[in-house]
């Protein structure tokens, strides 16, 4: 248990649909990070949040919506996706984004997603 | 871009010999970290290394960091069974203060 919580842990949607992912910390970190990990691939990171402003999104398409209302909360809205977007998103947090990143990211379990 | 590549991409020792870990950069880093992935799970940490460091322990794990080689190690001593997981090294590179860039991870198999 590394205090990061995800959620659902599996998820099976249509092209169609429409669903969120749920992040949830209450670590008292201040960052906040959705990574993409695919198979026999690096892990991709998508968006970074810090004190619940967007600091990077990675060139990530717009059917993946990122939202993070405070500082424990991040979520990931889902629409229109393709079935290559299926894999493992990871969910992590860290105590604080800066010129020294020396702190470790704390991950959740993830949620695997398969678009059907 | 992908920053770390770790190799080999897949290891296979013998419970209770040593399994060694490498891992490639490319630009200059702030620090390194390898953490480790049972399968399908969430990454847990293991160990960070500052840029101006060499070498760093912690119980079975040795880290050593080469910053004019741009290159890390991770060594497993005396591996168990439980050690059966892919491994990762992440950077955070000078240039992106919150960029923790991950590699493609080595897949440590232990046979008991």
């Known amino acids: 248990e590394t205090g990061v919580t995800q959620t659902p842990r599996h998820l099976v949607m249509g092209m169609t649909n429409k669903k969120s992912l749920k992040c949830e910390q209450h670590l008292g970190h201040n960052a906040m990070y959705w990574y993409k990990q695919s198979a026999k691939k690096p892990l991709e990171l998508m968006f970074v949040y810090s004190l619940e402003e967007r600091v990077e999104n990675n060139s990530v398409p717009s059917r993946f919506s990122p939202e993070c209302p405070n500082s424990s909360h991040l979520f990931l809205h889902l629409h229109t996706l393709q079935p290559e977007d299926s894999a493992l998103y990871l969910c992590a947090s860290s105590q604080d984004l800066g010129e020294e990143l020396n702190t470790e990211a704390f991950f959740g379990q993830g949620t695997r997603l398969t678009v059907v | 871009s992908q920053q770390g590549e770790e190799d080999p991409q897949a290891l296979s020792i013998q419970e209770g010999e040593n399994a060694t870990m490498n891992c490639s950069y490319k630009?200059?880093?702030?620090?390194l970290q390898w953490y480790r992935q049972n399968s399908g799970r969430g990454l847990v940490h293991l160990i960070l290394?500052?840029?101006?460091?060499r070498e760093k322990h912690s119980g079975r794990l040795r880290v050593t960091l080469d910053t004019s080689k741009k290159s890390s190690s991770l060594l497993i001593t005396a591996s168990r069974a439980a050690d059966t997981a892919s491994y990762f090294c992440?950077?955070?590179?000078?240039?992106?203060?919150?960029?923790?860039?991950f590699g493609s991870g080595t897949r440590l198999l232990v046979r008991p």
């Open positions: 992440a950077t955070v590179r000078m240039d992106s203060s919150y960029k923790l860039i």
């Open positions: 290394i500052r840029s101006n460091e």
């Open positions: 630009t200059s880093i702030n620090n």
